[in-house]
């Protein structure tokens, strides 16, 4: 789509359209017997402006994350994180001198960090030949 994204273009529409029916259902006269159709047509105008501007555009067009790779192993690096803050705690605990106890954890981590930039605008859908070896 060029510059605007798909969901920009739907939300725009919507407001256009919720707009474009608002101001029909206020402005364009209609005998009496079809002033439900006025009243509808401003209301649907309302639901569907609203809708652009609120929490139900959010439900119907969720962001995408098109590049998952690396966002997986950064996960991994804050688990191993996780992982490093349990384990000092423990060697707190029971009185274990932290530092050799958290050397692999640490290297496992250097490791990790080593990975990140061969996921780096990696999609899930790559190709064997372009995914990251382990």
């Known amino acids: 789509m060029g510059r605007f994204s798909r969901r920009a273009v739907v939300r725009a529409a919507l407001m256009v359209g919720g707009l474009a029916l608002i101001a029909a259902g206020s ?64 060697a707190r605990m029971v009185g274990y001198e932290e530092e050799g106890y958290l050397d692999p954890i640490v290297q496992r981590m250097h490791a990790q960090v080593d990975r990140l930039p061969r996921f780096a605008g990696r999609t899930p859908h790559a190709s064997a030949r372009d995914r990251p070896r382990a």
């Open 27 to 90: 402005l364009i006269a209609l005998p009496p017997p079809l002033i439900r159709v006025r009243v509808l047509a401003v209301l649907l105008g309302m639901l569907l402006y609203l809708t652009a501007l609120v929490r139900p555009f959010e439900m119907l067009m969720p962001t995408q994350r098109k590049y998952t790779a690396l966002r997986e192993e950064t996960d991994r690096l804050l688990a191993l994180v996780r992982e490093l803050n349990k384990a000092a705690v423990q």
